[in-house]
Structure formats: C-alpha cells, structure tokens
C-alpha cells in the first residue's frame, strides 16, 4: 500500500517527474520502465500505462540505491534469518553456477587439446580483465576504432572462411578491406567504419563498442549504394545488451528472426542485418579449433582477438578465476568469488559455443 504524500514530497516528485521528461533511464528500474522512444507515438499510452502498474507494484524500489533491501518490519533476529536464508540461497545457486562453469571450461579445454589450432590452451585461460589501465598487455581505454582496426585486420588477412561465415561472402580473399571510408550525400557525409569489397559485391559494417547513436545507419547504408553501384549488404556490430536501445530507436522497424538475428528494415538502402560481438568470437573459436585459417600470423591475431572480446567486451571470467586451485592471483575465498561472479551469461555463451562444436 502506498505510504501518504505530503507537501514535502512534491520537490522530490518534481524532480523525478524532471528526470523522466528528459528521457533519462532509470538505472534500477525494470526494464519496462524507460524512455518512451520517439518512433512509438502511437504507443504512448500503453507504455504509460505500463509505467503506472510498476510503479504502483514497486514503487519504494524506484528510488532506492540497487544495495537497498527493505526487510520486514519483524524484529532485529528474524531480519537477520531472513538475511542468512537469502544469503545461503544466494550461495547455494552461485555455487552450482560455479560448477558449471568449471565442467563447461573442461570441455573447452578438450576442444583446443583435440582440434587442429596450434594453440593447446582456451582463450579464457589467460586473464585479460585487469583493473587498472597499467594491468596486462594493453590499456583498458581501448577505443571504438581500436576494435575497428583489428577487426578490419582479420577480414582483410583471412584467405575467405573468416568472412564468409560471419558475413555471408564470398569463400574467397576479399580484393580490399577499407577503413574510414567517407561518403557525400547532398548535404551530407558519412563515414563507414570497415568496407569489404570484392569484383561484383561490398559489404559495409558499423562497429559500435559503447556508442549507441544508431540513428544515421540507414542514411549511411544509402550513401554507400548511391555512390557505388555493386550489390551491398550491410552490418551492424554492437553488444547484445545493446539491443534494447536499438529498439527505442527504431521501433517497428526492427525484425527478428526465429533464430534471434535481428534486421533493421531500410527504405534507404538493403536491410541492415545486427551482428554481436559475440558472434565475432564464436566464428573466430571454430576458425581456430578446425585450422580453417592456415595462415599462422592470422590465427595469432584471431587467438588474442578473443581473448579481448570475451574479457572486455562480453566481461567473461578466466579459467584462473572460475577455478583459483589454477592461478595465485585468483580470488581467495569462494564468498570473493560469489559476489564477483555472475556466471548465468557465460554459462549460455558457452553452451552455444559447444553446441556449434557438435553440430560441426
């Protein structure tokens, strides 16, 4: 039941009020309460109406710090064994998780010991996610065009399996990989993070790592066609937890397939199929395990381009810190490790890249 509203509460209302109308995002909220997006007008009332039921339902969480719990209004002891029951619940999952983790990363290791790649070890056996910018063999500032450039690298060294299984391309060597291509419109230009370009085709690709204005994608696709007339096809790369806000900003626009690809339906250019960075590093794996690229420069490349992907961008854990038996530096209590981890996303990351393996 909603506590009574006093004349107190309205500065702290109009400043929440204050904050919606400016479309910023309630970071503890549910997902379903966020900003209204701007292609959905028709929609408005709904998407009230849905902020109006969790509000009433959880409106004390709307406004508290995400550590905040309210315990029952019982006394002091039977707060704290609501606590423990929590805590030992808690445990007891986190720790089943952990198991998984640790059978999922055995298998794993089989894979590399077994397959064809040079490398004898997982990608995830080092631990690349360093705390400071002064950790590990590269800054933790890496920037968008930094993974551009690697990316870009990869395309244009691979002798064709690379490209066609992500892209859909051709099985061959692509005749040029660009970067930064500018394009003109009438009064406008846009620039294209990587071009791959073969005879008769192009493929051009966005690459976002935490930039989420992807409003102008269309408008550079059509650029591209107008300005060179093979056919094209058109990529979009960004993180799967991205996907949200692609939605807000596109709307109806955005298809999905049964398989969960998602493409952005264009009047400007041909569709624009999302790629995630998790895609880039389960295509990279099985290019390695089955030695499909035999050039060795590239399958180094490939191997720490992974590494990066799975730790930087994906946030996934090393082996050194799902097993700690395996590395001094690991965390040294499992209570350390149980609020650190959360094992769920890896465990289905994982699981997809074992399932590819069986079905290869």
Known sequence: MLSPVSADDW???DSWWGTF????????????????????????????????????????????????????????????????????RYAELQQNDLRELRKLMVELREAWTDGASQF????????????????????T???????????????????GPFAHEL??????????VRREVVFFGNNSQRRVDILVEYEDIGVSIEVKRGDEHYGKTPETAGLVERRDHRDWAHFLLLQEDKLSRLQQTFGDAIERSADGLATIRSDQSADIDVRHWQDVSRVLRWMLIEGREPDSHWEASAYLFITLIEQRILGLHSF??????????AP??????LIAAEPDEQIDYLRAVLAEKSQS
Request: hydrophobic share 35%; proline share 7%; aromatic share 10%.
């Open 141 to 159: 500032t890496v920037t968008e065009e930094d993974w551009s450039q690697w990316l870009a690298h990869l395309l244009r060294t691979s002798s």
């Open 120 to 139: 004898d070890e997982d990608p995830l056996s080092a631990d690349w996610r360093s705390v400071s910018q002064y950790e590990g063999p590269l800054r």
């Open 21 to 88: 109308q400016q479309g910023k995002p309630f970071i503890f909220a549910p997902s379903s309460i966020r900003k209204m997006p701007e292609v959905a007008r028709d929609h408005h009332w709904s998407t009230v109406d849905t902020l109006w039921d969790a509000l009433e339902t959880d409106h004390e969480w709307l406004f508290a710090d995400q550590s905040i719990r309210k315990l029952s209004d019982d006394p002091a002891e039977d707060a704290w064994e609501t606590v423990d029951e929590f805590w030992n």
């Open 320 to 329: 050194s810190f799902v097993d700690p038996a395996s590395a001094e530096t």
């Open 167 to 176: 892209l859909g391309t051709p099985n061959r060597s692509p005749n040029s």
């Open 11 to 13: 500065p702290e209302i």
């Open 332 to 337: 040294a209590t499992d209570v350390h490790r």
